[in-house]
């Protein structure tokens, strides 16, 4: 049996990501993501998340300004496991707000240790990027997911309260080199 692997996203995974989707709108998140138009449009899609040139994870405002991203997918035996997206470097929204790394987890796939995978397997990526330092923001209430970073060398900094525009945030500080 292979193991886990980051790829970049492609049409092979498609279907798979499509289902994870689905459980995801199932919880409520990333609903500004719409299935049907994705699969009208799957090599549109794919080709823009490869792109690294603009955040297509998710709309932005226009004040907010770009930065690089690379978005990897975690499959194993064809199926999506889960996400990451790599930030190449930090806007002051992304100090605050976003961090270089952002992770997540299918529903259907979530305590098997695959967030942990996924983490240590994006740590190369970063290095690479020259981010010797990779700053991760989790949402105060996910729990796990910061046991997930801590587990990973992940070292808390700070707590941000919630603002008029934006949620609290805890940061850490993840090591790359």
């Not at 009208?40 to 300004?65: G, T």
């Not at 930065?67 to 997918?73: A, K, Q």
């Not at 996400?83 to 806007?91: A, F, K």
């Amino acid at each position: 049996m292979p193991a886990s692997k980051l790829v970049r996203p492609d049409m092979d995974h498609l279907d798979s990501y499509l289902e994870a989707l689905s459980e995801f709108h199932q919880e409520g998140c990333y609903l500004y993501r719409d299935s049907e138009k994705i699969r009208k449009n799957a090599a549109q899609f794919i080709a823009d998340l490869r792109d690294d040139k603009s955040q297509n994870h998710r709309p932005y405002q226009d004040w907010v300004e770009y930065v690089p991203e690379t978005i990897l997918w975690m499959v194993k035996d064809g199926e999506y496991i889960g996400g990451v997206d790599i930030r190449h470097r930090l806007n002051w929204h992304l100090e605050k707000w976003g961090g270089h790394l952002g992770f997540t987890i299918r529903p259907s796939m979530r305590g098997r240790g695959y967030g942990k995978k996924l983490i240590q397997k994006a740590v190369p990526f970063m290095n690479y990027f020259g981010i010797e330092k990779a700053l991760i923001t989790l949402d105060p209430a996910r729990k796990e997911a910061a046991r997930i970073v801590e587990f990973c060398g992940g070292r808390f900094e700070d707590e941000l309260p919630a603002t008029g525009k934006f949620p609290a945030r805890c940061r850490y500080w993840l090591d790359c080199t």
